[in-house]
């Protein structure tokens, strides 16, 4: 998750997807790395769940179920607020030095 977070935080450095400012194929490439890691660990975490020997097997289901839902909107949040994050300080930092 920390890899998928500072991915969307370099693709906010890159480029503002919203104002068009910056370098938009390369920011993203960058954010499909980022989510598809994320896919990719939320996914882990939910076969984890499913072959967990001491619970049955609805348990399984809804742990995984839980764990893919909850891992998507907490990834969402905060790939969001990372991305924007890296577009006020990176890109305001770049644009205060070309007005200097």
């Known amino acids: 998750m920390v890899l998928s977070l500072h991915s969307m935080y370099e693709a906010g450095c ?3 997807l919203k104002t068009g400012t910056g ?4 920011a993203l490439a960058i954010e499909t790395f980022g989510v598809n890691f994320a ?4 996914s882990l975490a939910a076969l984890i769940a499913i072959v967990i020997p001491h619970i049955t097997i609805g348990q399984r289901v809804l742990s995984a179920l839980a764990i893919t839902f ?5 990834f969402l949040c905060l790939g969001v607020s990372a991305e924007n994050r890296g577009v006020l300080i990176c890109l305001s930092e770049s644009s205060a030095s070309a007005i200097r």
């Open 14 to 16: 890159t480029a503002d």
């Open 23 to 26: 370098d938009i194929p390369r």
């Open 39 to 42: 896919w990719g660990g939320i």
């Open 70 to 74: 909850i891992g998507f909107a907490l």
